[in-house]
């Protein structure tokens, strides 16, 4: 049970300092390093750490708090600002609609409303899929700074199934085209027979805090629904987004 109450008190410390090196945790918790250092390796382990992107020495919380601490219904969270307005873009295409967050190189469902259609496109929340293969991964990756989106490509675009992009060129060029029209489209680059078109969440011009998608089986997203969906897609994206704090969009 003490190593259990340890890497909860290193949980804890890491939340506050966040990004945060071992000797100043160890500082904090009057704990020896080779005890925090345990603490670290377990949350991690378990995934609710990670290494901070810029600096690899320091530790962040992972999405996965965020994502089970969605469920406690915290008012000012993303999940509970966008929830009106997906409500009302479900009523208006009657597809399954989904709220991911970015996590590293994948993005995270929090957040999902099922069409009403028998046959439909479902994710179980906390599902995760690569930042190139989705739609909603695109929309974020698109708005990403260019030093972070090369650095993403350089560790490889692996397929999920064949018609997921994997040549650094075509997706350049897709990032492209995102950033232009103002939504992705995944055509069934993530799940054979879904299509799936998507918007960032942008809060005050800075990185997107998250995107919204609409979700359907192919036969009822034909490509020339795409245009339509990704004008409404895109202008629920905004509105979730004016409805959030500019200083800090999440909680």
Known sequence: MRSV???????????????????????????????????????????????????????IVSTKAFVVGSTVGNRSSLRDRALPHMNGLGADVRETIHLMIPDGDQVVLIERLDSPHPVRAIAPLGARAALHASSNGKAILAHLPEDETTRYMERGLAAVTEHTITEPAELLEELALIRKRGYAVANEELQDGVVSVAAPILVGGSRPVGSLSISAPKS??????????????????????????TASAIG
């Open 5 to 59: 109450f340890t890497a909860l008190r290193v949980l804890e410390a890491v939340s506050q300092l966040q990004p945060v090196g071992l000797s100043e945790l160890s500082r904090r918790l009057g704990l020896p390093k080779t005890t925090v250092q345990r603490g670290l390796v377990a949350l991690a382990d378990a995934g609710w750490l990670e290494n901070d992107q810029m600096d690899s020495a320091r530790w």
């Open 220 to 245: 009822r997203m034909p490509k020339s629904v795409w245009a339509d969906y990704g004008k409404k897609v895109r202008h629920t994206a905004d509105s979730i987004a004016g409805a959030l704090p």
